[in-house]
């Protein structure tokens, strides 16, 4: 149960740090490789490791994401997140629980680049080796109730987000998902239908139980 609500707590931190609309001040490097993450609707797989690290408790697990144009799916042992990025609804459900969350929370969070709505600075921090080649790393900061937070994002030259990061070092909070393993493949089954919230189509050699070499 303390699992569980944690990881609800962390999507709950991603999702409300940000809040609809255009993100100010940011330099026209970062807009760029935002629009770009935005813009992006290809078809792929990506295997890998969310870390997340509250008040010194570690409850980090494999995650795997599927895209296919504007549909994105989120798994993780404890949760399933779907989302239609051009329509900006997205639905959840996590384990232990029977009722299926809606919101625009959800699609922001999968869908490109969760900008905030007022950001303190934005940083084009250069490029970066990942599992497809050079890309492109940025850091976003802005308030989250107050307190200074901190959100890294690293985004390939197709606008694919290989890895995000959220840091509330006064919170004692820090989250990181990365990909591992990226493949255009998709495994079979209607991964976008809402349907299938209880279900896992990550195969089981990508449920890594512990973090995986890159």
């Given at each position: 149960?303390?699992?569980?609500?944690?990881?609800?707590?962390?999507?709950?931190?991603?999702?409300?740090?940000?809040?609809?609309?255009?993100?100010?001040?940011?330099?026209?490097?970062?807009?760029?490789?935002?629009?770009?993450?935005?813009?992006?609707?290809?078809?792929?797989?990506?295997?890998?490791?969310?870390?997340?690290?509250?008040?010194?408790?570690d409850v980090s697990r494999w995650n795997a994401r599927f895209s296919h144009g504007?549909?994105?799916?989120?798994?993780?042992?404890?949760?399933?997140?779907?989302?239609?990025?051009?329509?900006?609804?997205?639905?959840?459900?996590?384990?232990?629980?029977e009722q299926i969350i809606k919101g625009k929370g959800i699609a922001r969070a999968?869908?490109?680049?969760?900008?905030?709505?007022?950001?303190?600075?934005?940083?084009?921090?250069?490029?970066?080796?990942?599992?497809?080649?050079?890309?492109?790393?940025?850091?976003?900061?802005?308030?989250?109730?107050?307190d200074l937070a901190e959100s890294t994002y690293t985004v390939g030259a197709d606008?694919?987000?290989?890895?995000?990061?959220?840091?509330?070092?006064?919170?004692?909070?820090?989250?990181?998902?990365?990909?591992?393993?990226?493949?255009?493949?998709?495994?079979?089954?209607?991964?976008?239908?809402?349907?299938?919230?209880?279900?896992?189509?990550?195969?089981?050699?990508?449920?890594?139980?512990?973090?995986?070499?890159?």
């Open positions: 149960m303390v699992v569980r609500l944690l990881a609800l707590s962390a999507l709950v931190v991603v999702l409300a740090a940000c809040t609809p609309g255009p993100a100010g001040d940011l330099s026209p490097q970062v807009a760029e490789v935002i629009a770009r993450a935005d813009a992006n609707r290809s078809t792929y797989a990506a295997y890998g490791w969310n870390e997340r690290l509250f008040n010194k408790l504007a549909l994105r799916r989120d798994e993780t042992a404890s949760s399933v997140l779907i989302a239609d990025c051009d329509a900006g609804m997205g639905f959840g459900l996590f384990e232990g629980d999968l869908c490109g680049v969760d900008a905030p709505n007022v950001t303190l600075a934005s940083i084009h921090a250069g490029q970066v080796p990942s599992p497809q080649g050079h890309a492109d790393k940025i850091r976003l900061r802005s308030r989250y109730y107050g606008g694919v987000v290989l890895s995000r990061s959220l840091t509330i070092a006064t919170r004692k909070l820090r989250m990181e998902t990365r990909a591992v393993v990226m493949t255009p493949n998709l495994p079979p089954g209607d991964l976008f239908d809402t349907s299938t919230l209880n279900r896992r189509f990550t195969p089981e050699r990508y449920r890594y139980a512990s973090a995986p070499k890159t």
